[in-house]
């Protein structure tokens, strides 16, 4: 089992819809989950950070944690064709100081945003 | 406030050199992570530095090396390049370990 998986993509949704990116994360001491985006030969960039359960909204996204499921998803609304990228979900297992600096990446979601 | 910066953005390389690679973090940052990207792999974590001491590494061979000064900057060192090394080389920055990490450019690495 991959420690982070999402969903497999590639993803396609017309403008203006909402786009539901998922991940699945396997260490329950997983303490910090990240969304980030990833234009074709850019570097990530980060879009939300979530630390407990319940969502998280910031402007169009919002994040979604569920630690007992060990489920962490991204809801895109009103989504735009500028949202075309690679949505990468990325889970810091640091517990006790044991994995500093850490993240584990998912293999990351293809979203095309057609008009 | 500036980001993370990453020099060079691009290198060529031949199978046995070595090459250093350099990352300039958020001011104020003092965790350095190193990934590599490939298609094949995703993103792998190197290692993390933080004031001047390797606090973690991945699961990479020894020829995979880092360092951090005590103005944070970090260097990565690859000694003995492989084909296989061919990869986009992040570096990432955060205020601590648990914080959100931000990411340079890259430094792309192409060996011949």
Redesign the interface.
């Known amino acids: 089992q991959k420690e982070v998986e999402q969903n497999s993509g590639p993803l396609s949704v017309p403008e203006g819809a909402i786009a539901s990116l998922n991940c699945t994360y396997s260490d329950r001491v997983s303490q910090s989950f990240f969304w980030y985006r990833q234009y074709s030969g850019k570097s990530p960039e980060l879009i939300m950070s979530i630390y407990s359960n319940g969502d998280k909204e910031d402007g169009r996204f919002t994040a979604q944690l569920n630690k007992a499921s060990q489920y962490v998803s991204l809801l895109i609304r009103d989504s735009q064709p500028s949202d075309s990228a690679t949505y990468l979900c990325a889970v810091n297992q640091d517990a006790g100081g044991t994995s500093y600096g850490k993240l584990t990446f998912g293999q990351g979601t293809i979203l095309t945003v057609h008009p | 406030k500036a980001g993370v910066t990453q020099t060079p953005r691009y290198l060529i390389k031949t199978r046995g050199q070595q090459v250093t690679l350099s990352c300039s973090p958020i001011s104020g940052h003092r965790?350095?992570?190193w990934?590599q990207q490939t298609p094949g792999q995703?993103?792998?974590?190197l290692f993390?530095?933080?004031s001047e001491t390797q606090?973690?590494k991945?699961n990479f061979p020894g020829r995979f090396s880092g360092r951090q000064f005590s103005n944070s900057r970090s260097e990565m060192n690859v000694s003995t390049l492989e084909l296989g090394d061919s990869a986009?080389y992040?570096c990432?920055s955060?205020l601590d370990?648990?914080?959100?990490?931000?990411?340079?450019?890259?430094t792309r690495l192409s060996i011949l």
Do not use: C
């Open positions: 965790s350095v992570s990934y995703g993103l792998q974590f993390e530095y933080f606090r973690n991945g986009l992040l990432a955060s370990s648990l914080k959100p990490q931000h990411f340079g450019d890259g």
